[in-house]
């Protein structure tokens, strides 16, 4: 009797977790979760096995072979220290899978001015391990204590500086507080258990997931274009188009007659459709993408 090949795949529960789904269905692979109380999502891809579990774990039990793959920060791979392989980065602003820093921060009105300054200072962190290996590096002996949450408010208080995660800096300057350094970028990476790869069948079982979510990042911005356009306006419209390689092209049965089809940005549609319809294209027809695979 054969064993039933089962992928198992360490879901991101939290701030991901939502962003994560909404891929993995443009992916083709739908994922629900029974419950909010339950750690165990549901796929139509039956040869998956999930667990929802915090980005924070995941590098670590992927290392350790609990999990075969999973989706997690590159900040927090640093941070465990994890002896993982990367497949593929997956970032799109648009999707919630964004680039995020994590910066060396102090009040508005301390004296520090450079992470020198910090010799002999307290640090508060949720990325202890990273934070003390940043300073450690550099020569520079601090105290780096890990903080449970309410970080920002910590600063100037309890602490003298902090190492906090950031997009924009904004939340910072709200709690008056002065970056003086970002040591670390990080954003969401597709992550294996290096033994799982000697697995013929679960590598090429990554190899497509991994095809895939890409494939859907790449369409999240971009849509197709379908139109039709006469001969004597043929050349005009290819010249108004834009497209992400070039366009497809296709003669009209029994007609002086052109059909074309574009992949473009989303953004350009509502600018670029009136001036198709003035320059003789007509039948346009707007569609959206679930994947785009180079």
Known sequence: ?????ILKL???KGSLQNATIALFKRAG???TIPSSRSYYPISDDKDLEMMLIRSQEIAKYVQDGFFDVGLTG????CETNSN?????E???????????????AVPENSIIKSIEDLHGKRIATELVRYTTKYFAQRNIKVNVEFSWGATEAKAGKFVDAIVELTETGSSLKENNLRIIKEILQSSTRLIVNRSSLLDPWKKEKIENISLLLQGAL???NMVGLKLNVSNKNFTKIIQILPSLKKPTVAKLHGDDWYAIEVILEETLVKEIIPILKRNGATDIVEY?????IY
């Open 1 to 5: 009797m054969t064993t039933k090949k």
């Open 10 to 12: 360490g879901f991101p």
């Open 29 to 31: 692979i739908r994922v």
């Open 74 to 77: 590159y900040d927090w791979i």
């Open 84 to 88: 993982v392989q990367e497949v593929c």
């Open 90 to 104: 997956l970032n799109y602003a648009k999707s919630g899978f964004r680039f995020v820093k994590w910066v060396l």
């Open 218 to 220: 790449r369409a999240e």
């Open 288 to 292: 959206s993408l679930n994947k785009i």
